[in-house]
């Protein structure tokens, strides 16, 4: 079976950071396109950033753009995303989710909660 | 940047009824659309995707169209388990999600 397995969320204070980490399993994680998504408190989700199989392509939204760093470990079939200067609108849970596109399996999340 | 404006934001039916809700995009994404179920305290479920694609498993009473800009999900007969907050997501060019509806099974 696919499994995604987020850890990493903590609280933090605003202007720290934090590494998230997602953790494969179930299928060929090195052919797949990996997502970061995030969902504020009541909110609709929000894309974070994707990485292609191979590391073709990486592509980060406005607001990640210069303070997150999406990577991936395909020899450990791991995702990680590194956040730096923290805000508190950057308080979510956030999801890692496979596929190109449109995600076919999430993981349950990890909560970050940015304040002071 | 892509905008997705999804209506209504919440509506309430009665088990057997047909509900309808409404994507638009402020501007084309072709049929690089997908539709995703999320109930409380879980990650978001893939429906549809490619407009009217319906994903392995999910049953046939949930079903999609739309083309460009326009687009539409269907559940024909609302069951007591589709509760729930649907979104739609364009990914045509990067990806967007909708703000959500929100399903009450009266």
């Known amino acids: 079976d696919v499994q995604l397995v987020e850890s990493g969320g903590a609280l933090v204070q605003p202007g720290g950071s934090l590494t998230l980490s997602c953790a494969a399993s179930?299928?060929?994680?090195?052919?797949?396109?990996m997502n970061w998504v995030r969902q504020a408190p009541g909110k609709a989700p929000e894309w974070v950033a994707y990485?292609?199989?191979?590391?073709?392509?990486?592509t980060y939204a406005d607001f990640a753009r210069g303070r997150f760093t999406i990577s991936r470990d395909d020899a450990g079939r791991s995702l990680h995303l590194q956040m730096s200067s923290l805000r508190v609108e950057d308080t979510a849970v956030y999801y890692c989710a496979r596929g190109e596109g449109f995600p076919d399996y999430w993981g349950r999340g990890t909560l970050v909660t940015v304040s002071s | 940047d892509i905008q997705m404006t999804q209506s209504p934001s919440r509506l309430s039916a009665s088990i057997g009824d047909r509900v309808t809700i409404t994507c638009r995009a402020s501007?084309?994404?072709?049929?690089?659309l997908a539709w995703y179920q999320q109930k409380p305290g879980k990650a978001p479920k893939l429906l549809i995707y490619?407009?009217?694609t319906l994903e392995d498993g999910v049953p046939s009473r949930f079903s999609g169209s739309g083309f460009e800009t326009e687009f539409t999900f269907t559940i024909s007969s609302l069951q007591p388990d589709d509760s729930a907050t649907y979104y739609c997501?364009?990914?045509?060019?990067?990806?967007?999600f909708g703000q959500g509806t929100k399903v009450e099974v009266k």
């Open positions: 990485m292609s199989a191979r590391i073709n392509t990486i």
């Open positions: 179930g299928f060929p994680f090195s052919s797949y396109t």
């Open positions: 490619k407009s009217s």
């Open positions: 501007q084309s994404v072709s049929r690089w």
């Open positions: 997501l364009q990914y045509g060019n990067f990806r967007t």
